[in-house]
Nanobody, 124 residues
Framework: QVRLVESGGGLVQAGGSLRLSCAAS????????MGWFRQAPGKEREFVAV????????TYADSVKGRFTISRGNAENTVYLQMNSLKPEDTAVYYC?????????????????WGQGTQVTVSS
């Protein structure tokens, strides 16, 4: 059974940085795509970034391009989201998700497995 556990959220001032982690377990992830999504209060869940596990190819939402970086650990089944130059509008619950095979979809409906989420709050 696939399990995803996010960590690293918190409160940060605008312009600051945070690094989120997503620890995955339950099967082999070499043929997967692992993504980050976020959901702010009263808004729909939106795509942030995704990485193909085997190739390392990435896709980003325009709103985070140049500020956020998604990466994967070499030895462990962990995906990271490095978030720099944070803005108040980045405030949301951030979710890790995974799909098989490793097609880098930006649609939340294409991901069957989700973590519980971690809160990121950016103060102005």
């Amino acid at each position: 059974q696939v399990r995803l556990v996010e960590s690293g959220g918190g409160l940060v001032q605008a312009g600051g940085s945070l690094r989120l982690s997503c620890a995955a377990s339950g099967r082999t992830f070499s043929s997967s795509a692992m993504g980050w999504f976020r959901q702010a209060p009263g808004k729909e869940r939106e795509f942030v970034a995704v990485i193909n596990w085997s190739s390392g190819a990435t896709t980003y939402a325009d709103s985070v391009k140049g500020r956020f970086t998604i990466s994967r650990g070499n030895a462990e089944n962990t995906v990271y989201l490095q978030m720099n130059s944070l803005k108040p509008e980045d405030t949301a619950v951030y979710y890790c998700a995974v799909r098989f095979p490793g097609i880098r979809s930006v649609a939340a409906r294409d991901y069957p497995y989700w973590g519980q989420g971690t809160q990121v709050t950016v103060s102005s």
